[in-house]
């Protein structure tokens, strides 16, 4: 790159760092995501490195944060709020291990004892106490000068308004506690669906939503969105001693503070590296977000010693995970049809990579969803993938539109079958009862494991029965002949007679499984169950009135109404006796056997993966033993056992206060042995 190179591209760095600075700290509408402004940063560092005597006073490089807003006043901090270098791998990390070490004129077989510590994403808060109590509170600002947030930051409930008083410790004369200002996951969702109902803009992230909570100009509404403070430092402090950050932190939680934690103190830069890898493993297990581990050099001598460069302190460093959000663009969007005739709307991006898998489709969910969003085909937007959800559009880059983007518009007509459409709500519905993409799906969750369990119908398999017409309605699955399956491709001799054995073993399922095969609308597993022990048996079931249903607790009038519709169709009721002729005889349900077990009268929930048994084994033997076993967490729920990659119920576990079970802890509670 020649110095004109450099010097044109420092200038656009310049302008778009600042331009997305006043997006993301003054308006709290980010239009990137955070790993790519990280990366146009770091572009800028490289080039000012290569090119120094482009530096200009005003380079984004030369400060750290936000400007302040108006109508907070101005806070001088006493010592400066450094942002931090990023290191983006294992690699890097490395290499500030040998980097601190060279500065130091360190061997690289000496050891430097480092502290480590989870980075939550929150805003950068410095409150100062005098004689123990709380005088001013700021936002950490440029790094220099923050805002005034003190009537804002007294509404958070976890900081301490008078430190707390010990016999074993002086309540320091002056003390300016750093930490991270918070708002849950939970409470982030339920912040949004609010701003939502009230036709306000939803926050980006748990971040932004924090940031724009805490600098609010009436602390009243602050006082509402239930934030959370955890402190990670000090600044400036008269009256007491410490050496280490590690007592920086100790002295913090004896003070009454929440401090960083699971946190580790090594001088093995490997074990510093296993700790990262941990921590990405189990980041959707904590209440907040984690986007990667803060590396410190514990003793505070050695950070008088590295100093500061203009912008990060060489002493320590941020160490990010793979990224959760990137920016694409929506290229076309297609419609989806479920079992029930729900029309989904599915963007196709240009293929991005988010967190290690390259998304190349989100979903829209429906279509008061594509107008709150404003979504347009060409729209460039921002894409969220986390945990086990799928891939999401956070918001839309309204302002990098062209003009040449097309509106989305809900389907005429049915886009597999050519049916119309009804709109029920937000969503629009397929009316043709024999629409094949209806048939697939219905196909596809008669087959599935906790219905009839017939090992063999994905899919693709079920999409080649409806294709060929072999399958015009979901009995036709017990008629399916030998030399009809032998046709389709990819069927040989074993893999039809495999099938035609599992569609026979499928005919004697227990009673609710069978309930919960035929798709009836509100009727999922939890229900068929109420149902099968209700009527015992499936002649009972198909003789149901509206009224007795009813009086059947866990079953209200809309469930009721699903269940009598279905059953008055006469395409339903034919359906099912021809299923009745081929050999279908459900068992009554198993009534679990008298039993004193701990667990006997407890609700379990299970998220991520279990090694030692699936979770339909596990529900079983919960059963089996007393237990019961639900699909969605609630106050009554009293164990989540969390198993390997889990969703988003931790998070709501975990803020009702529920109790955790990690497979082993589990095992255990139920006696249970490989």
Known sequence: MTREEAKKRIEELRELINYHNYRYYVLNDPVISDAEYDELFRELVELEKRFPEFITPDSPTQRVGAPIKEGFKPVTHSIPMLSLQDARNEAEIREFDSRTKKFLGLSTREKIEYIVEPKFDGLSCEIVYRNGVIEVASTRGDGIVGEDVTPNVKTIKSVPLRLLKREDLKIPDLIEVRGEVLMSKVDFEKLNRELIAKGEKAFANPRNAASGSLRQLDPSITAKRNLDFIAWGIGLTEGTVVKKQSEILELLDKLGFKTSKPRIVTNNIEEVIEFYREMEKKRDTFIYELDGIVIKVNDLDLWEKLGTTARSPRYMIAAKFTPRQRTTKIVDVVYQVGRTGTITPVAILEPVEIGGVTVSRATLHNFDEVERLGVRIGDKVLVQRAGDVIPEIVTVIKDERTGNEKPIEPPKECPVCGASVVREGAYYKCVNASCPAKLVQAIRHLASRNALDIEGIGERTAALLVEKGLV????????????????????????????????????????????????????????????????????????ITYEKLLTIKGIGPETAKSIIQFLKEPRNREMIERMIKAGVSPKPIEEPKSVDSPIKGKIFVFTGTLDSMTREEAKKIVESLGGKVSNSVSRNTDYLVVGKDPGSKLQRALSFGIKTLNEQEFLELIGYKK
């Open 472 to 543: 015009k309605s979901l009995a036709d699955i017990l008629y399916l002949q030998f030399y009809d399956l032998l046709k389709l491709p990819g069927f040989a001799e074993k893999s039809v007679i495999n099938l035609l054995k599992q569609i026979e073993k499928s005919k004697t399922v227990p009673l609710d499984r069978f309930i919960f095969s035929l798709g009836i609308p509100n009727v999922g597993e939890h229900t068929a169950k109420i149902l099968a022990k209700q009527f015992k048996t499936l002649d009972n079931f198909l003789n």
